[in-house]
């Protein structure tokens, strides 16, 4: 072989070793960089995607925020952050008004905190309480009832497997949060008005539950000469009682402002 050919082999071989170098040292961490890149970017595009999603449910959430703001002023009347006893009294007022009673006094207790109910497997038709306001034909002479041992307002199943009668708690409803307020409620009128009264009181702005209401007929007063000059007043209604209701309201306090 002569000397020429051996150049060139030689120079062939230094030649592979040099693209080989150049591959390992610069061409291939070159490559992985990209293909780290690559992958990189393709995360970066899937968080994208799925922040992208997020917004746009919460943008549609955020366009139902006023019907959802109106709901709340409405279960904040229900339940305010507070006592609000005057516009409480108000109410009480205007119902008396509407209803032709006369309020005489209005005694407020000391607000008593909320206990979670108990339960015990007991079948709740055993348990059931009784009615507190029935109507009759005739005002009875004396009827009275006892409050419960806990005030609570009557809890509605919710959902379908929890059985008729069976309270509902919730961990957001705690006695540090929720309480009872005890209202016991003095008056004048008719029994069949005193009973609209009552029924009224249930179904008002403000949460309400009736523990007991008593009613002692009054004696129609006798019958005197008035003055011609005097102006006309309304006759004492035939069933002419004085009533005693004994209620709760409710007070839902909010979680503490930030700050």
Known sequence: MTTRRWWVIGCAVVMAVALGLGWLLGASPLLETARVADVAREGVEAQNLAYDQELTTLKEQFDGIGELEIQLAGLRTELPNGTALPAYVAQLATSAQQHSVTLTTITVGDAVAYTPPVTDGADPADTEAAPTDTATDAPPTDTATSPPAT???????ATASVGAGTPVTSPLVTGDNFAAIPITIALDGGYANALDFVESLQKGTRLTTVTAFGTTKVDAPATVAEDED?????????????????????????PPSAG
Request: charged letters at 10%; a negative charge; zero cysteines.
């Open 230 to 254: 005097a102006p006309a007043q309304a006759p004492a209604p035939t069933d002419a009682v004085k009533g005693t209701i004994s209620l709760y309201i409710y007070v839902l306090l909010g």
């Open 151 to 157: 005030p609570a307002p009557d809890a509605v199943p």
